[in-house]
Nanobody, 115 residues
Framework: QVQLVESGGGLVQAGGSLRLSCAASGSIFRINDMGWYRQVPGKAREWVAGITSGGMTTLADSVKGRFTISRDNAKNTVYLQMNSLKPEDTAVYYC?????????WGQGTQVTVSS
């Protein structure tokens, strides 16, 4: 099994920054790519960013220019640096890793951006 544990969420004012971390443990050989999703109550989970094992990154249009995804393979950790935060970025953020036979999710971390 693979365990994903997020940290770094919190309350921030609009225009501020937060950095989320996701540490992977367990059978990490089962995963390569990793990413982040977010979800607002009553809405579907929304893809935010992804990064391959080689470091290639993709970002949703809604966060391009504001968010950056990176990873430290030595620490089995992926990061989401969020700058210029907006109230509409308020959501629970989930770390995600697709596996060969199943997908892995973290427990989620709340990000709240006040106006």
């Amino acid at each position: 099994q693979v365990q994903l544990v997020e940290s770094g969420g919190g309350l921030v004012q609009a225009g501020g920054s937060l950095r989320l971390s996701c540490a992977a443990s367990g059978s990490i050989f089962r995963i390569n790519d990793m990413g982040w999703y977010r979800q607002v109550p009553g809405k579907a989970r929304e893809w935010v960013a992804g990064i391959t094992s080689g470091g290639m990154t993709t970002l949703a249009d809604s966060v391009k220019g504001r968010f950056t995804i990176s990873r430290d393979n030595a620490k089995n950790t992926v990061y989401l640096q969020m700058n210029s935060l907006k109230p509409e970025d308020t959501a629970v953020y989930y770390c995600f890793a697709p596996g060969a036979t199943r997908n892995y999710w973290g427990q989620g971390t709340q990000v709240t951006v006040s106006s």
